[in-house]
């Protein structure tokens, strides 16, 4: 079974500052792996997906992500945060093509970011 | 192109009771999945329906279950409601297909069972 884990359930950094968000995966194989960002009262929207390509997969609005197999790790960064980040933001994990959990998404617990001025 | 969109956005409940919350995809995709969120939680899979047919199913009861239409619109139902299924529901579509990997959500129902 897939799961996913993000460590740290809420995250607070200065406007201008690094944003780090921590999720290890658990998988048999190489999954899917997908950010996800939810504002409050709102769906998800997705920031950014690897699916076998390139292991450092740019997204929307300068976040990035970088998956490590050995680290089983898809850590997500922004070089500089801005007020607007601050939402919850959730890792997410799916099977491959082919696979008895392809096309459903895994969620971990999520992240809150908060962006102090 | 309208996205993902469900209805109705706010729903209260008496335990007991059943429901049914709706999803239309987004144009030109043809599978649909169903989330539960609960406060605080990631959301979880309920089931995925393409071709009209039930295809994967999570970890939820037979009080859970869903239709999909020929247009590719979608419903879920909730019987027998319980306090426990206060949720934020979320609806996502995709298009099947080895590339087309990415879901788009909706904005969700959120369902209060007083």
């Known amino acids: 079974a897939q799961s996913v884990t993000q460590l740290g359930s809420h995250v607070s950094v200065s406007e201008g500052a690094l944003v780090l968000l921590r999720c290890n995966y658990s998988?048999?194989?190489?999954?899917?792996l997908f950010w996800y960002v939810q504002y409050p009262n709102q769906g998800l929207q997705l920031l950014l997906k690897y699916t076998s390509a390139a292991t450092l997969v740019k997204g929307i609005n300068d976040f990035e992500a970088e998956f490590k197999k050995s680290e089983t790790s898809f850590h997500l960064t922004k070089p500089s945060a801005h007020m607007s980040d601050a939402a919850e933001y959730f890792c997410?994990?799916?099977?491959?093509?082919?696979?008895?959990?392809?096309?459903?998404?895994?969620f971990g617990q999520g992240t809150i970011l908060t962006v102090h001025p | 192109d309208a996205g993902v969109t469900q209805s109705p956005t706010h729903l209260i409940k008496t335990r007991g009771q059943q429901v049914t919350l709706r999803c239309s995809p987004k144009s030109g995709h043809d599978t649909v999945s169903w989330y539960q969120q609960a406060l605080g939680q990631g959301p979880q899979f309920i089931f995925q329906?393409?071709?009209?047919?039930?295809?994967q199913r999570g970890n939820f009861p037979d009080r859970f279950s869903g239709h999909q239409f020929p247009n590719y619109s979608s419903e879920l139902n909730v019987n027998a409601l319980l306090l426990g299924d206060s949720a934020l529901y979320l609806c996502?579509?995709?298009?099947?297909?080895?590339?087309?990997?990415?879901?788009?959500f909706g904005q969700g129902t959120r369902l209060t069972v007083v």
């Open positions: 329906y393409y071709e009209e047919e039930e295809r």
């Open positions: 998988s048999s194989v190489p999954p899917y």
């Open positions: 996502a579509s995709r298009r099947q297909g080895y590339e087309n990997t990415e879901a788009f």
């Open positions: 997410a994990v799916s099977g491959k093509a082919g696979g008895t959990s392809y096309g459903k998404l895994t």
